[in-house]
């Protein structure tokens, strides 16, 4: 098998000095580019194809993005190469074990409009996530066509970090994506972080993904019956391999904790009249919401909404807390990062 042709799903130097010749000529190197539960699927240089979990982790646990040496007839893994990068969340519940989410991405673009939400916080966050899992951030400005303060977002977000590369561009115009296809070249990966609507799915178009959400192999299910099975890894025109699945999108939960504070003052305010301080407002004694919604102070449909949002966030709160706190973690790191190079250059 030949490396070169490994290239176009992502191999690099890194991964090859850890194979050895013997292993690479009576195993298959492939690519985990979907993980479905019962089915994990593979990309090799000969196509891709569905391998039962079972068989799959019979090396350890497996994320998409991960480099497998496999058995060439039964597709049994053999042994999984050292992971480059690994995004990973810490499950929720009582389980400690980490949750794997990709392996192996070389860039994040990191993807916010330059318009209305255009939003240095939140591109901060992006920002941290991705240095602490080592892999390189890349500011892609969206709709840059419809703002005539792109420029200026542009050097705002250039601030954040000394040295980040931020690309302002319309997302929808092939030829203007063009400014990122040095990171999208043969032995690379990347993935699109950034809040629903910033135009992840309109740039992978550009990038030359087609049909992000439907891209995928039939293969029979076990009654049968044909099944579009879809996969995460998708491969770029320019020779690179772009990473998208639901993990990676949910990273994207947007900072609600604040954002519910912010909306909702008035609301937090009279809360604290509430008789019992952990008064949960669903007809607790002497619950002071419930009787500036009776009173008409307080409008009902607001309050309802207040209530969903909230309960929203205390279902995402342990996971939100855990990134808050290692973000918190990064950003000091960052900081005294940045400290010693100023001190070195005397600043
Ligand atoms: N004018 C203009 N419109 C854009 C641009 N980028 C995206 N859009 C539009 O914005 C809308 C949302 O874009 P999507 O690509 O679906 O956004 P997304 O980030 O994939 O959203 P989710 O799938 O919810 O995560 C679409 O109607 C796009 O056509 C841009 O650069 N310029
Ligand atoms: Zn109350």
Known sequence: ??????????????????????????????RVSAHHGSQILMLGIDGE??????????????????WLIVNAQDHRAIRRLDRQTLLHRKAAGEEVK?????????????????????????IERYLALSLQANINPVVVLTKADLNDRAAECRR???????GLLVEALDARDPEQAEVLVDWCGPGKTVALLGSSGVGKSTLANALGVG???????????????????????????SGGVLIDNPGIRELQLPACEEGIADLFEDILEVAQQCRFRNCSHEGDDGCAIAAAVESGELEQRRFTSFMKLRAEQARNSQSLAERHQREKATGKMYKSIIAAK?????E
């Not at 191999?11 to 492939?30: A, K, T």
């Not at 100023?342 to 005397?346: L, M, S, V």
């Open 1 to 30: 098998m030949s490396y070169e042709q490994l290239r176009g799903i992502g191999w690099n130097p890194f991964f090859e000095q850890q194979v050895s010749v013997e292993e690479s000529s009576n195993g298959l190197i492939v």
């Open 49 to 66: 194809f569905a391998v039962p979990v079972q068989l799959a982790e019979s090396a350890g646990e497996v994320a998409v993005g991960d």
């Open 98 to 122: 980490a949750q794997l989410i990709a392996s192996n991405i070389d860039t994040i673009f990191i993807v916010s409009s330059c318009n209305d939400d255009f939003n240095l916080s939140r």
């Open 156 to 162: 705002e977000a250039e601030q954040l970090h000394p």
């Open 211 to 237: 049909g992000l959400a439907t891209a995928g192999i039939r293969e029979h299910d076990a009654k049968g019956r044909h099944t579009t099975t879809a996969r995460s890894l998708h491969l770029l025109p």
């Open 342 to 346: 100023k001190k070195r250059r005397g």
